[in-house]
């Protein structure tokens, strides 16, 4: 576990933890926050530079920012990582599960096994690490899933199955959480950033699938979770943030249910 120096903010400001915050929509999630009025606490694992560049740049604009490394696959990480962050700041009240892993369904195994940590196991760690400090602020958690959690994508069963999980563990633990005062939702993005690799044809064939004519932005996702995180009536919600692609699934029966945005990542 390994973190940056950082002044504490003062005993008022909301603090909140992102998880996969320094790169692609955690990024957006993370300045949309600060912008918000939160401290930002930046999870990262391998996007050292990212992190301490992003938190940087938060500083600069006077919000209290700072970057956290943890390998959230290992067994201990999420209890190291919830105690650096009251080390840090003193106080958690939001925290954003947003790190992820998309495996296809034919790749290696050991791959496979990692994805379901990271989207499922380490999400739920977290939360239980979590409990007692969001408890005593009153905060919330916003759970990143995605649309697979809804419907599942044709060429990526495993991965669809994690973000199902995620979801119904949203469900539950705002059931759970709700005599507490501490409120559970998700957001489910759909075609959010297309990978770096793809050509413009597969960038532009999943569009024709989204009733609003355009991929989605990170800060589409960001607005969500920001929405989510200020909404004091609001738990146990799953909000889609896809252009309407799920309402494709009103068209099923007559046309199969195969499509799929294409393996965004967050």
């Not at 400001?13 to 320094?22: D, F, K």
């Not at 495996?103 to 007692?132: F, H, I, S, T």
Request: aromatic content about 4%; proline content about 5%; glycine content about 10%.
């Amino acid at each position: 576990m390994e973190s940056e120096t950082a002044t504490s903010p003062a005993s008022e400001q909301p603090v909140a933890l992102v998880t996969g915050g320094a790169v692609r929509v955690g990024r957006s999630i993370c300045e949309a926050l600060a912008r918000a009025g939160y401290a930002i606490l930046v999870h990262h694992n391998a996007s050292t530079g990212d992190a301490a560049a992003l938190a940087d740049g938060l500083r600069s604009l006077g919000h209290a920012a700072v970057g956290l490394r943890a390998d959230l696959t290992r067994p201990r990480a999420a209890a190291e990582l919830t105690r650096e962050v009251i080390g840090v700041f003193g106080r958690l009240d939001l925290l954003v599960n947003n790190a992820a892993l998309l495996v296809a369904d034919d790749g290696d195994l050991g791959d496979l096994a990692r994805m379901k940590v990271l989207n499922y196991d380490a999400p739920m760690a977290l939360m239980d690490a979590a409990e007692p400090h969001l408890v005593g602020t009153r905060g919330s958690i916003v759970n990143v899933a995605d649309v697979a959690g809804i419907r599942a994508y044709a060429r990526h069963k495993a991965y669809s199955r994690t973000k199902a999980a995620l979801l119904a563990l949203t469900f539950r633990r705002a059931l759970d959480l709700a005599p507490s005062g501490v409120r559970c939702n998700a957001v489910c993005p759909g075609t959010v950033l297309p990978a770096g690799s793809y050509d413009q044809r597969r960038r532009e064939h999943p569009v024709r699938d989204v009733p609003l004519g355009r991929l989605g932005d990170p800060a589409d996702v960001a607005q969500a979770v920001v929405f989510l995180a200020a909404a004091p009536y609001v738990t146990g919600q799953a909000l889609a943030v896809d252009g309407g692609w799920l309402l494709n699934m009103l068209d099923d029966e007559e046309e199969g249910s195969g499509r799929e945005p294409g393996g965004w990542l967050n």
